[in-house]
Nanobody, 122 residues
Framework: QVRLVESGGGLVKAGDSLRLSCVAA????????MAWFRQAPGKEREFVSF???????AYADFAKGRFTVSRDNAKNTVDLQMSSLKDDDSAVYYC????????????????WGQGTQVTVSS
């Protein structure tokens, strides 16, 4: 069992940057794939970014060049650095985890945080 807790959300202006953090409580964090998803009001939850225990990462098209995912296996944390934020980035952002897998990067997550709200105002 892995418990995930996100932090770092808030209200920012378009063009600003924001860093989200997720702390994992549980064993063998380095053997878990971690990901960020987001869900805006009235929309389905969508994949944002993914990172393996070895640091290999992947991004949704909208995140490429603006968002950077990183992790610290010694501290059991995974971060999402977001820059050049747009109104469309407003959503609840969720941290998710799964035991390392060859499933597609947007599937198979057994562990979810409670989410952190990001609101971007223009």
């Amino acid at each position: 069992q892995v418990r995930l807790v996100e932090s770092g959300g808030g209200l920012v202006k378009a063009g600003d940057s924001l860093r989200l953090s997720c702390v994992a409580a549980g064993r063998a964090f380095s053997r878990h794939d971690m990901a960020w998803f987001r869900q805006a009001p009235g929309k389905e939850r969508e994949f944002v970014s993914f990172i393996r225990g070895n640091g290999d990462s992947a991004y949704a098209d909208f995140a490429k060049g603006r968002f950077t995912v990183s992790r610290d296996n010694a501290k059991n944390t995974v971060d999402l650095q977001m820059s050049s934020l747009k109104d469309d980035d407003s959503a609840v952002y969720y941290c998710a985890g799964r035991v390392q897998s060859l499933l597609p990067t947007n599937r198979g997550y057994a562990y979810w945080g409670q989410g952190t709200q990001v609101t971007v105002s223009s």
